[in-house]
């Protein structure tokens, strides 16, 4: 029986070097609450996303979490954001009392449409909340040019960006907030994990606070917190694959120039094209299945399927389709046709670099078939 091929895979680091750090955990004996490889991955974090605030965080979901909460946004008031998105970033909205206002996205880079924002600005708006998808960036200057116009936050969900610089800026430094993260179907993993990355420096302890139940001492407690550390395992992990995310790139790199190669004359399929002042996190590779192409998206996914290719109709169902979210006026789907015809063409591929020549050829074989 042929192995399965899954969408992505873990990078993860030699097992013996990670025994070498559990052994100096052990014999430490100290393996959470801000310990020293948590701390040091922090600065070393800062150097590579090249901002000048990073907080660990136990997971990428609790540190989006935590960004709303921290930017002290009024209960109840709206979060302008992407159906075309993973259920985490509606939820942190939802999770804050604040309420998801769904808007259109563009048909190349799968992002929040910014010429469809203002449009949904509303006197109860406090923030927008967009989403790099796939590693394409967020037209960011539209985006702060509408919240300066209105006073708005500006949140980025950077899960798929990781070491993404737009017009040579690190793409962290935009906007009030940028969520990363470490999760292991990300590029850079710590096995579950994320960050917040920003620059105002009077969030520092607020974050800090927010995602340590608000403990600043035995006896002080500052804030009404939660518990959104990484421990020192995790940290651990992230130090080790610190030195092995760059390699996994450059195979990524090898691997989309194949299927580009492969794919690139193959009617009724679209290949989205990183804008040329962007550097390419290597996070998923997609392409879109069009009306010319042989058979439907869901026919292909299911042809690849039955050949154990796992790719993924990544973001289908979208997040307005949502049973918790489907009643809302956002989500009518007169008011987003890009995403809803979006949601039935993309495909994301099988995109790591381990990924063996004989099963490459055969993902690019199913897929050009007749």
Known sequence: MDKKIFVTQPLLPALSDL?????????????????????????KLKEVLGVRNVSLFNNGTIALLTALKALDLPYGSEVITTPFTFAATPHCISWNGLKPVFCDIEPETMCIDPDKIERAVTPNTSAILAVHV????????????????????????????????????????FGDITMFSFHATKLFTTIEGGCLAYGNDNLVRKIYNLR????????????????????????????????????????????????????????????????????????YYPIIIEDDFKIS????????????????KYFYPLCSDYDCYRELPSSLPANLPVANDMKMRVLCLPFYGSLEEAEREKICSEIIRK
């Open 19 to 43: 025994n070498k750090e559990l052994e100096q955990i052990w014999k430490e004996k100290r393996v959470t609450n801000a310990g020293p490889r948590h701390n040091l991955l922090e600065e």
């Open 134 to 173: 796939y590693g394409f960036p967020c037209n960011v200057e539209k985006i702060q040019k509408i919240a300066d116009k209105y006073n708005l936050k500006v949140i980025y969900d950077g899960a798929h960006v990781f070491s993404t610089k737009l017009n040579g800026i690190d793409i962290g430094n």
């Open 212 to 283: 340590n139940f608000g403990i600043r001492g035995e006896e002080v407690v500052e804030d009404i917190g939660i518990n959104g550390k990484m421990n020192e395992i995790q940290a651990s992990v992230g130090l080790l694959n610190l030195d092995l995310y760059e390699a996994e790139q450059e195979k990524r790199r090898v691997l989309r120039k194949y299927y580009d190669t492969r794919l690139k004359d193959i009617k009724g399929i679209r290949i989205p094209k990183m804008p040329e002042n962007t550097t390419d996190s290597c996070q």
């Open 297 to 312: 998206r869901d026919d292909l996914y299911s042809r690849l399927r039955e050949k154990d290719i796992y790719a993924r």
